[in-house]
């Protein structure tokens, strides 16, 4: 089992940064890969970054690779995602989320297992 809780969401204009961090609980945190998943109101989640156990692969949506980073600590049970260069299109609830260390070719919402609450970015133009 684990717990998830998100921080740092917020108002940005566009162009700007914001920085989500993701707090995990339990012993066992790098035996999971960690993501983050998006939904915009109206739309379905929509995945947008991932990073193995390790932390030695990752994998980006097309819509914010090159803009957004995915990293991890294992030693402190957390996932950053650093936004930068944000559009209005980025507006979402930004949920973290975990999964067993499988390796997909393609990684969708429905391959995790864990969810925080969600925290809610808003990019204005």
């Known amino acids: 089992q684990v717990q998830l809780v998100e921080s740092g969401g917020g108002l940005v204009q566009a162009g700007g940064s914001l920085r989500l961090s993701c707090a995990a609980s339990g012993r066992t945190f790098s035996r999971y890969a960690m993501g983050w998943v998006r939904q915009a109101p109206g739309e379905e989640r929509e995945f947008v970054a991932d990073i193995s156990g390790s932390g030695s692969s990752t994998s980006y949506a097309d819509s914010v690779n090159g803009r957004f980073t995915i990293s991890r600590d294992n030693v402190k049970n957390t996932v950053l995602l650093q936004m930068n260069s944000l559009k209005p299109e980025d507006t979402a609830v930004y949920y973290c989320?975990?999964?067993?260390?499988?390796?997909?070719?393609?990684?969708?919402?429905?391959?995790?297992?864990?969810w925080g609450q969600g925290t809610q970015v808003t990019v204005s133009s």
């Open positions: 989320a975990a999964r067993t260390n499988t390796y997909y070719r393609i990684i969708n919402p429905a391959h995790y297992n864990y």
